[in-house]
């Protein structure tokens, strides 16, 4: 089981920025798939959540209207589009499953983790 990130880089404020989360070694489909991000300094947050059977969404405030999460069966892969990105989105933004058709931001619900990319926004 393997979850791996990618689409993190520098990026000017108001730009965007596309994550992917692929996974490998099972199949995403019975999964919720989360987005978090971790600061420096900072405790991990929840950034947004998908379900895979029922396409079900949830956001963090901080990214309603901003940021989209997306799924792509036949890709076996989730994304995260994030626009209009802030310095304070900075962060390393992680992906990952838990085996539930439930949304969640809750971190510690998720069994599967990737090992997160860097997501740097300069002014």
């Known amino acids: 089981v393997q979850l791996v990130e990618s689409g993190g880089g520098l990026v000017h404020a108001g730009g965007s920025l596309r994550l992917s989360c692929a996974a490998s070694?099972?199949?995403?489909?019975?999964?919720?798939v989360g987005w978090f991000r971790q600061a420096p300094g900072k405790e991990r947050e929840g950034v947004a959540s998908?379900?895979?059977?029922?396409?079900?969404?949830e956001y963090a405030n901080f990214g309603k209207g901003r940021f989209t999460i997306s799924s792509d069966n036949a890709k076996n892969t989730v994304y995260l589009q994030m626009n209009n990105l802030t310095r304070e989105d900075t962060a390393i933004y992680y992906c990952a499953a838990r085996w539930s058709t439930r949304v969640t931001l809750d971190h510690q619900a998720y069994h599967y983790w990737g090992q997160g990319t860097q997501v740097s926004v300069s002014s």
């Open positions: 998908i379900s895979r059977i029922d396409g079900g969404t």
């Open positions: 070694g099972f199949a995403f489909d019975d999964y919720t």
